[in-house]
């Protein structure tokens, strides 16, 4: 079993920056391809950004350019820095992990941005 706590998650004025964490915990042999998603009240969830265990990245078009995510493999980590936030951004974001072919999610957090 796999636990995923995300946090960093928060009010930000449009033009600011966030950065999100997610460390996973438990049973760990070795994780997989992590990822953060989003949900806005009223849409879909949907993917915003993805890494390998090898490095290799995927973002949504709609984050390109503002958002880098990265993982530390040693801590189980995965990170989101969120640069020019736009009011669009605002959502909860979700992490989420695989591991022994078993995604795993966290529990969310709110990210708020005010134009």
């Known amino acids: 079993q796999v636990q995923l706590v995300a946090s960093g998650g928060g009010l930000v004025q449009a033009g600011g920056s966030l950065r999100l964490s997610c460390v996973a915990s438990?049973?760990?042999?070795?994780?997989?391809?992590m990822g953060w998603y989003r949900q806005a009240p009223g849409n879909q969830r949907e993917s915003v950004a993805s890494?390998?265990?090898?490095?290799?990245?995927n973002y949504a078009d709609s984050v390109k350019g503002r958002f880098t995510i990265s993982r530390d493999n040693a801590k189980n980590t995965v990170y989101l820095q969120m640069n020019s936030l736009k009011p669009e951004d605002t959502a909860v974001y979700y992490c989420n992990a695989l591991h022994n072919q078993y995604g795993y999610w966290g529990q969310g957090t709110q990210v708020t941005v005010s134009s």
């Open positions: 890494i390998t265990s090898g490095g290799n990245t």
């Open positions: 438990g049973s760990i042999f070795r994780l997989g391809a």
